[in-house]
């Protein structure tokens, strides 16, 4: 397959520290992109789990770093804005890490001309900024479903099928939390208004999505531990939701099917 030809790639929920970062998949989309931006939406690596002495950090994450940084090296802008996970590296607000720049937020002109306003997205997360016991007990819930998404997927691979989120389907059909993500994409949307912005990027509540309101474009990267999502831009200014885990397999499907008669020539001469 040729390498992906894109103006900018937007990531964020990597949560590498954990055993459910799908680093393979990030990693494989990385090495097939070409870009000029690269941007990192927060909750690269998860601070909290690594803290407290469950982190899980196996060679592929160390490469994963290794091919950011080597994008940096051959001149792709790369624009890093720290989580809630990852909050330790804002103290470096500011600064330059291995070609990786260090911001609270970001400001992207779109080459259609609107501006586009990148943020983490936990400042519009009322229960993580000011409730720690909600935001505990939430925390424990997502471990259960976590373990179930890996156990799922156990099987899955043993029975040669594809990657799938069993938690995210579960979540989408809990009333509550698909309310949690209307008022937060309301929230966003009125902070964009605010800051006078044409376009919100953020991450953080893993719910890949991307509207419009109001004159507004609301997109959110999703995540790589359960959806294997990101937010690309093309040439021409035009933002797209990529759901790398199924868009992947039909790239490799479409190689496969045209080389086929290529093969097939070749036995016949």
């Not at 021409?236 to 790398?244: I, K, P, Q, T, V």
Request: hydrophobic share 45%; with cysteine.
């Amino acid at each position: 397959m040729g390498a992906l030809k894109l103006r900018s790639l937007f990531v964020s929920d990597v949560h590498l520290g954990t055993r459910d970062a799908r680093v393979e998949y990030l990693l494989d989309l990385l090495r097939q992109v070409e870009c000029e931006n690269l941007f990192l939406v927060g909750d690269v690596f998860d601070i909290w789990k690594m803290r407290g002495g469950r982190w899980h950090w196996p060679a592929l994450n160390t490469e994963l770093l290794q091919q950011v940084m080597d994008m940096a090296a051959r001149g792709t802008k790369v624009i890093y804005i720290p989580g809630n996970h990852d909050e330790f590296f804002r103290d470096y607000v500011g600064s330059l890490i291995a070609g990786v720049q260090v911001e609270q937020e970001w400001e992207h002109r779109l080459a259609d001309g609107r501006r586009a306003l990148l943020l983490h997205g936990d400042e519009f997360d009322c229960v993580v900024r000011h409730n720690r016991l909600l935001k505990l007990i939430g925390n424990a819930g997502y471990e259960v479903l976590m373990l179930m998404n890996r156990a799922s997927n156990h099987l899955r691979r043993r029975l040669g099928l594809s990657y799938w989120s069993l938690s995210a389907s579960l979540k989408r059909q809990v009333a509550n939390a698909m309310e949690y993500v209307r008022k937060f994409e309301d929230a966003a949307l009125h902070h964009a208004h605010e800051r006078g912005v044409e376009v919100i990027v953020c991450g953080h509540i893993h719910h890949a999505s991307l509207r419009e309101e109001g004159g507004i474009t609301y997109a959110n990267t999703g995540d790589w531990v359960e959806h294997c999502t990101a937010l690309v831009e093309h040439g021409d200014g035009r933002l797209e939701l990529m759901r790398w885990a199924e868009q992947s397999m039909a790239l490799l499907d479409t190689a496969r099917s045209s080389d086929a008669p290529k093969a097939a020539a070749g036995v016949t001469a």
